[in-house]
């Protein structure tokens, strides 16, 4: 059976021929050196150029990252080695180091040696911390040297392919070549250490469209691999994969199972020959040049194969090798910090007996399932013995441990029950994957089908493309996850039950309300647990998240990728693994959840038991749901935090405990706050005090304007001043009239041009004092425009009716005196509007004109006296 392999390809480049490719360690950056004599840094993950060097006008035939040093290394056709740094891009060194092509290097994993080889038939060693001196040169090869590679396992020894159809190991302190391979028929171009475990292979491809693997320790071919319909340019080791990875000029890209050497897949990008290969260990990206460019693919999933049973025991396998670690095994008195690795004990179970690519517990946790390679084997979660096993591309546990499925093809589905096979499930579509839990869940490309496990019935088909399902432990609520969107759905088994009983024939997408979709959140979830009711998830920014009402909460950032394994009640906390099968964790309260449950349900009363239980520091995120649910009242009495309860109070309206609140967090906001809420109900009084405690000037100028109240008008001038709002404190004086004041408030702030305008318009007998002012301050910066400014009493002449103005000022003055009480509104109606240039004009030297009565009052018209009755009219004399 295949390996299943998920081929995602992540970064596709068109270019010149690519000759060689690397990939950064730490940072997300793909090398790749062109034959047009550049080499280029891709950014693969937001597919960007990051850096490129014009390094020659030749090819340059291998590149490599020496990330200890920051820098990049180039060996090229003009037989010249390049060192730049990839930060500054400066030229750290350039040095001829053959007499031909260059054709490969290769980095010691740790010391500062660097190995060339070329067509000069040399191999030569580096050393930079001796100013990049020769210390060794390697003679043996009778033709072109095309690779050399040093050995992971001994860092000492290294390997060199040529077209003199040989391969040789040499180490580092000898002349002489410790041994040589034989055995293509034409040249070798590529050789590749396996990095995987502790078998001594190499693997070597040549021009005779073979690939060889053989074991260094006995010198002897162990394979050859055949298929590719031309030369064999690229070879290596998948570093996570029983996978070997070869590539030839005839475009191909194949994958073929390290154990069985069984051809697994074929790739083909259509970009004409293949060149070179490239691998990162510790991931599944492989970085590939071709004739016209470069493609970044990740083959397999990243996530670690790992299973945590109720009690806290994780079974983890790498590769065939499975190891266990215990959380029980803590003391009790150890400290557990969020997102900090545990340490804990690892004990080696011992190795599986096919390659695992899912492991699983049974839900009572004595078992532990592994599939892999078409196969699948039931081991004892305890010993490790080997309890059942057989033929299957996946496995699913049921949600009863007695039960298990398996997918035995793409259309033959099997469930056995106590070991022992039960029933065939046939489809008429293609399954690409299978779920366990309440149902059986079998998955495709456009829909996802659930079947009982009982009777293999059609429970429900959905039609959506699914990435991953995960049940609840009471078979109530499910989850789907796809490419971008999370949906919660809840199972109604009792109307599934009504439905059979009935013996109604279940149409071809089963029983429409087996299910009903209960929340929806648009999210890419990466990995998902249920801990009772409640579904934790993390998604692809790496976010801690849980979902329950619908309302989505982040508990923790994540600070590298981590995927969910399972809750340990006990110790309340989540359990999370990376992909280096670190053990971290989380607090995550299940009270809290109960809490938000009962609220959901709108039983506040037994909520508010729970809450009891909840710490204090948590009470704030509890009232915050109860507002979201529309619980704001109870949310005010759990809230803790004073400017969040401030906030209810107000939304409340309650002004009674806004204002104690207030008292206590003393800031401007929040009596502005309170001010305006008390504005809103016609509270004047607290309005005007709560603006006077949070100095709100503008909130004063409101009141005291509305109310006509000259003494607080009076206090805001004070308070304004004080404060620095001097705007503030212009408006009240000019509201009250006082120009006086008003202007040299303006004189002040400077404000001289200003101030002679206003002079102008309200204060004609100050203009000249104004204008003065203005010209000595203009003096000190332009004395020709302080010259051109004309002083009234120097010029008369440019200022018609200036004496006038100012009697009309005078005239101004003595009716801004008076205090006209309200209720003669009637009578003064108007006359503020009136012109007072044309009223003095109008006055005869013997009158104080029409407009006024000699104190300033308008002059009332006198009534006219009423007519006198008539008298009546005699009445007629009677007729004789």
């Known amino acids: 059976m295949p390996l299943r392999l998920d081929v995602k390809r992540v970064l596709f480049q068109r270019s010149d021929r690519v000759k060689g490719v690397d990939l950064h360690p730490t940072e997300p950056w793909l090398l790749a050196n062109l034959y047009n004599g550049s080499v280029h840094i891709w950014n693969y993950v937001d597919q960007t150029l990051v850096k490129s060097f014009e390094v020659t006008d030749l090819p340059v035939r291998a590149s490599k990252f020496i990330a200890r040093k920051q820098w990049i290394v180039a060996g090229s056709d003009d037989m010249m080695v390049r060192v730049f740094n990839y930060n500054t891009t400066d030229k750290v060194k350039v040095f001829e180091a053959h007499s031909d092509y260059i054709r490969s290097v290769a980095v010691h994993p740790t010391q500062p040696f660097l190995l060339t080889s070329s067509d000069d038939m040399l191999i030569k060693l580096w050393d930079w911390e001796q100013g990049w001196a020769c210390t060794q040169v390697f003679e043996g090869h009778t033709h072109y040297v095309m690779q050399v590679v040093f050995n992971p396992k001994d860092s000492n020894t290294f390997a060199s392919a040529s077209l003199d159809h040989t391969v040789k190991v040499w180490s580092t302190g000898q002349q002489i070549p410790n041994f040589t391979l034989e055995g293509h028929d034409k040249g070798i171009n590529c050789l590749e250490y396996f990095t995987g475990g502790d078998k001594p292979h190499l693997i070597t491809g040549g021009d005779d469209k073979r690939v060889k693997i053989w074991d260094y320790q006995t010198k002897s071919c162990v394979n050859t691999l055949e298929g590719h319909t031309h030369n064999i340019s690229a070879v290596c080791f998948h570093p996570e994969l029983p996978l ?11 994958l073929w199972h390290s154990t069985t050497y069984r051809l697994e897949q074929t790739l083909n990008y259509g970009l004409e020959r293949v060149w070179t290969i490239s691998y990162l260990k510790g991931s599944n990206l492989l970085a590939i040049g071709y004739d016209e460019g470069t493609v970044l693919i990740k083959i397999g999933r990243e996530e670690p194969l790992a ?25 009790a008195d150890a400290e557990l910090n969020d997102g900090e690795r545990i340490s804990l004990a690892v004990k080696d179970l011992g190795s599986s007996d096919v390659y695992p690519q899912t492991l699983k517990h049974s839900p009572n946790g004595r078992f532990v399932s592994v599939c892999g390679d078409g196969e699948y084997v039931i081991y004892t979660a305890l010993a490790w013995r080997n309890k059942s ?29 106590n070991f022992k096979e039960d029933k065939t499930i046939r489809l008429d579509y293609h399954a690409e994957g299978i779920y366990g839990g309440a149902l ?97 998830y993390t998604d692809a920014a790496w976010h801690l998240n849980y979902v329950v009402g619908g309302e989505i909460t982040t508990l923790f950032h994540l600070d590298h990728p981590m995927y969910l394994v399972g809750y340990l009640r006990n110790l309340n906390r989540l359990i ?33 038991g729970v809450l009891q239980s ?80 949070g100095k709100d000037l503008s909130g004063l100028l409101l009141i005291y304007q509305a109310k006509a109240d000259a003494e607080g008008m009076e206090t805001l001038v004070s308070m304004a001043k004080e404060e620095g709002k001097m705007n503030i404190a212009f408006l009240v004086l000019f ?32 203009m000249s004092d104004a204008v003065k002012s203005w010209k000595q301050d203009l003096s000190t910066k332009n004395k020709t425009a302080a010259e051109s400014l004309a002083d009234p009493e120097a010029y008369s002449n440019l200022f018609p009716d200036l004496e006038v103005a100012i009697q009309a000022e005078g005239l101004r003055n003595q009716m801004s005196a008076q205090n006209i009480p309200a209720q003669a509104f009637s009578q003064y109606e108007g006359c503020t509007m009136a012109d007072l240039l044309e009223q003095v004009k109008g006055m005869s030297v013997n009158d104080n004109g029409p407009y006024t009565n000699g104190v300033g009052e308008p002059e009332m018209e006198t009534a006219p006296e009423p007519e006198p009755e008539p008298e009546p009219e005699p009445e007629p004399e009677p007729e004789p």
């Open 244 to 254: 070997i990875v070869t590539g030839s000029e005839d475009g191909t890209i194949r």
């Open 307 to 331: 299973s945590m049973d109720a009690g806290g025991k994780i079974i983890m396998a790498k590769h065939n090798e499975v190891q266990t670690v215990n959380l029980k095994s803590l003391p």
């Open 389 to 417: 096993f057989g033929q299957g591309l996946d496995f699913v546990w049921s949600y009863d441990s007695s039960m298990y499925g398996i997918k035995e093809s793409a259309s033959s589905l099997k469930v056995f029950k």
């Open 440 to 536: 059986f869940g079998v998955r495709t490309r456009d829909f996802i089908c659930f079947y009982d496990w009982l009777d293999g019935t059609v429970i429900r088909r959905i039609d959506v493309g699914v990435k991953h399902v995960a049940w609840s432990d009471s078979g109530e609520s499910l989850a789907i996850i796809t490419e971008d969107t999370l949906y919660v759905l809840s199972f109604d088994r009792a109307i599934v039950d009504e439905y059979l009983e009935s013996g109604q024939e279940i149409p071809e997408d089963g029983v429409e309300d087996a299910f009903e979709v209960v929340h929806e959140v648009s999210t890419k979830a990466q990995t998902a647990i249920w801990v009772g009711e409640c579904l934790i």
């Open 576 to 608: 999370l693994v990376d992909k280096d099968f670190s053990v971290i964790s989380y607090k995550f309260l299940l009270s809290i959840i109960e809490y938000k449950t009962m609220v959901m349900r709108g039983d506040l009363q037994a909520a508010q």
């Open 614 to 693: 909840i710490p204090e520091d948590h009470h704030n995120s509890m009232a915050e749901f109860l507002e979201a649910k529309g619980y704001v009242e109870q949310a005010l009495t759990v809230a803790t935090d004073e400017n969040y309860k401030f906030d209810l109070a107000v939304q409340l309206g309650r002004l009674d405990v806004a204002m104690s609140i207030a008292e206590a967090l003393n800031t401007p906001r929040r009596w502005k706050q309170l001010g305006e809420l008390a504005l809103s109900r016609g509270d004047i009084q607290l309005a005007e005090d709560c603006y006077i405690k």
């Open 735 to 766: 509201l009250l009239g006082r120009m006086d004041e008003c202007m040299g408030l303006l004189a002040e702030a400077g404000r001289y041009p200003e101030a002679a305008l206003l002079a102008r318009t309200y204060l004609p007998s100050k």
